[in-house]
């Protein structure tokens, strides 16, 4: 049974960071395929970053190159999103993403099977 949950979002004026967390269990997040994805009101869901950790592949949306970062950590079996200068515009539900595919398969179009359960993140002018 694979379960995922975030946590680190909040409200942050811009210019501020936040740190995402994603605990994954039932599943080893070194050797798959992971990503963050968000949703703001009345918008698509977008993908934000991938990472498949053990292919040394990293996929960044154009909008947060330079701002955002992410990590894998093996030994927690956790996923980080570093998130810095955030604008207003990032303000969404922030969600983490799981795919069983081989590294090959893992970008934004990737079918991701399980998701977390999502965390806010609102970011004031």
């Known amino acids: 049974h694979v379960q995922l949950v975030e946590s680190g979002g909040g409200s942050v004026k811009a210019g501020g960071s936040l740190r995402l967390t994603c605990a994954a269990s039932g599943y080893t997040t070194s050797r798959n395929c992971m990503g963050w994805f968000r949703q703001a009101p009345g918008k698509a869901r977008e993908g934000v970053i991938i990472?498949?950790?053990?292919?040394?592949?990293?996929r960044y949306a154009d909008s947060v190159k330079g701002r955002f970062t992410i990590s894998q950590d093996s030994a927690k079996n956790t996923v980080a999103l570093q998130m810095n200068s955030l604008k207003p515009e990032d303000t969404a539900m922030y969600y983490c993403?799981?795919?069983?595919?081989?590294?090959?398969?893992?970008?934004?179009?990737?079918?991701?099977?399980?998701w977390g359960q999502g965390t806010q993140v609102t970011v004031s002018a």
């Open positions: 993403a799981a795919a069983r595919t081989g590294w090959l398969g893992c970008d934004f179009t990737t079918r991701f099977e399980y």
């Open positions: 990472i498949y950790s053990s292919a040394g592949i990293t």
